[in-house]
């Protein structure tokens, strides 16, 4: 008999999941926030309630058996969001806890493969929104950044830009999950859901050049600073040295929505 685990999609879910499936982990034939799988004669359907105390004794289990480079990692792949990853994380616990991290040929396994391609991934998409994510000053003083990341990583921004801005009042809002991190000058909190009007978020904001409409939402010194930058962004471009194919590589067009400046890939 087969099982396929259902869980409630948060990270304290998963870790029950984990908890409860890995003495089974021979049977296990997926892992799944939604319930997309009929079942049949060979396979059992095993909904998971996520119990708060048993996910946290199961991370403190891994955190004393494996190194923090692999409970990093595990967290990345985690937050990948992809589907039939967390049976592929189950089964890389597998592997960790029967033969240690010190594994030969570790490189070529596909699991192993996997899971250091995914989390390179999501690290690197951390990394670039460092740089790329735009706030914007809204006429109550407060700086809002939208973003849309591939991946559910914005949590793991309130560290970097805590520290960064740390005299500001500032908002990170996903729109994609409609999550977000609001920072009050003293305390950093995770909203798990953002509610602002529909004008200011994300691609519904003014467009360029549109300095009427950007009044409406915007306090002036940053319609100003708005102006300034694109002017010198513009002004900076060597025509002759456009190289449209390098920029998305450094900058790609994932992120260009967001964006203060006005990009030009032609």
Same mark, same amino acid.
């Given at each position: 008999?087969?099982?396929?685990?259902?869980?409630?999609?948060?990270?304290?879910?998963? @870790?029950?999941?984990?908890? !409860? *499936? /890995?003495?089974?982990?021979?049977?296990?034939?997926? %892992? $799944?926030?939604? =319930?997309?799988?009929?079942?049949?004669?060979?396979?059992?359907?095993?909904?998971?309630?996520?119990?708060?105390?048993?996910?946290?004794?199961?991370?403190?289990?891994?955190?004393?058996?494996?190194?923090?480079?692999?409970?990093?990692?595990?967290?990345?792949?985690?937050?990948?969001?992809?589907?039939?990853?967390?049976?592929?994380?189950?089964?890389?616990?597998?592997? @960790?806890?029967?033969?240690? !991290? *010190? /594994?030969?040929?570790?490189?070529?396994?596909?699991? %192993? $493969?996997?899971? =250091?391609?995914?989390?390179?991934?999501?690290?690197?998409?951390?990394?670039?929104?460092?740089?790329?994510?735009?706030?914007?000053?809204?006429?109550?003083?407060?700086?809002?950044?939208?973003?849309?990341?591939?991946?559910?990583?914005?949590?793991?921004?309130?560290?970097?830009?805590?520290?960064?801005?740390?005299?500001?009042?500032?908002?990170?809002?996903?729109?994609?999950?409609?999550?977000?991190?609001?920072?009050?000058?003293?305390?950093?909190?995770?909203?798990?859901?953002?509610?602002?009007?529909?004008?200011?978020?994300?691609?519904?904001?003014?467009?360029?050049?549109?300095?009427?409409?950007?009044?409406?939402?915007?306090?002036?010194?940053?319609?100003?600073?708005?102006?300034?930058?694109?002017?010198?962004?513009?002004?900076?471009?060597?025509?002759?040295?456009?190289?449209?194919?390098?920029?998305?590589?450094?900058?790609?067009?994932?992120?260009?929505?967001?964006?203060?400046?006005?990009?030009?890939?032609?």
């Amino acid at each position: 008999m087969f099982l396929y685990y259902i869980y409630d999609g948060t990270f304290e879910g998963l @870790l029950t999941t984990f908890a !409860e *499936a /890995l003495p089974h982990q021979n049977q296990v034939a997926g %892992i $799944s926030p939604t =319930r997309d799988l009929q079942p049949d004669l060979f396979t059992e359907i095993v909904e998971i309630t996520t119990n708060q105390e048993l996910s946290a004794r199961f991370f403190g289990y891994l955190s004393d058996h494996f190194s923090q480079r692999t409970i990093k990692e595990i967290g990345y792949c985690i937050l990948a969001e992809e589907r039939g990853l967390e049976l592929i994380v189950l089964k890389y616990l597998t592997i @960790l806890l029967q033969r240690g !991290e *010190a /594994l030969k040929g570790a490189a070529h396994h596909p699991i %192993i $493969s996997k899971i =250091r391609s995914t989390a390179k991934r999501v690290a690197a998409e951390i990394h670039r929104l460092y740089g790329f994510l735009r706030f914007r000053q809204l006429p109550n003083r407060l700086f809002y950044g939208a973003i849309a990341p591939k991946y559910n990583i914005t949590g793991l921004l309130a560290t970097h830009f805590t520290a960064r801005f740390a005299d500001q009042l500032w908002l990170i809002h996903d729109t994609k999950r409609n999550i977000g991190l609001y920072y009050n000058g003293q305390t950093c909190t995770y909203l798990q859901k953002v509610e602002l009007p529909a004008e200011i978020v994300g691609v519904s904001l003014p467009p360029h050049g549109q300095e009427e409409q950007k009044a409406q939402f915007y306090a002036e010194s940053e319609i100003n600073y708005q102006k300034l930058w694109n002017e010198y962004f513009q002004k900076i471009a060597i025509t002759e040295r456009k190289n449209p194919k390098l920029q998305r590589q450094h900058l790609p067009q994932h992120y260009w929505s967001y964006l203060v400046e006005k990009v030009d890939s032609k």
